[in-house]
């Protein structure tokens, strides 16, 4: 059985400033509300941290983790925080507020993107990475395509640094035994639970998204998790152009780089 959390607030709530209008959907850490801060009459992206948890030390120390992290990044790519706080328990986020769909809707809809678009999507993503990696040293550790958002404007913003890691932190906040992350995009070294990943998981990841937007099917699949996490670290993806050979080979050999069993494989920049 599935139990859901009581989340403690919904539609019409003030909390922190901010009254909430509507659900957006649910992340790793907790549930986003489009939200109107009433002082600035503005509409924002609240995430909400489940009261259910709250008492796990743990979960709270990586939802206020996300909070500090976001508060370093500053890049026309990356959804920026401006404010957090806690009320009667409840821990929050203010984000920006994106318009627009995020490329698993976009899937849905249309099963797979044209190739010159798809590459004009993840390369302003891995600008993003980069900038995150290359300045403050964050992964963002759970890269797919329900995290990258395309605005009204046509501007790609990479969202949910939930699960995200600064390697220059001292602390690690990862629990033995558990792996974070989306099976399906996630690199074999994180799959395994491996804590000294770089840049290179992150690439992986968008690598995998790239597979996915390009064909429309996920590069490793499985009736569980364990099947799927198995997968990766013994079967390579199957080549794109054997999906559509409408790719260029060119593109394909990029997914093949980017998607590398092996870190050492891969690019070694973004």
Known sequence: SVETPSYGVGVGAVMGGFRIEKSLGRGAMGEVFMA???????????????SDITADKNLVSRFQREIRLLARVEH????????????DGVYFLAMTYVEGQDLSQRLMKEKRLPEAEALAVVSKAALALAYAWDKHRIL???VKPGNIMI???GDVKVMDLGLSK??????????????FGTPN???PEQARGQRDLDFRSDEYALGATLFHLLTGVLPHSGTTVAEVLTKKNV??????RTLQPD????????ILTMMAPSPAYRFQSW
């Open 235 to 240: 079967d390579p993806a199957p080549r794109v």
């Open 36 to 50: 109107t801060q009433l002082s600035m009459d503005r509409k924002v992206a609240l995430k909400i941290m489940p």
């Open 140 to 142: 963002h550790n759970d």
């Open 247 to 254: 790719i260029s080979p060119s593109c394909e050999q990029l």
């Open 185 to 187: 995009y996630m690199s």
């Open 76 to 87: 026309p790519n990356l959804v920026t925080a401006f404010e957090a706080g806690e009320e």
């Open 166 to 179: 600064c390697v220059s932190e001292d602390t690690s906040l990862s629990m033995e035994g558990v792996v």
């Open 151 to 153: 605005d009204r404007n």
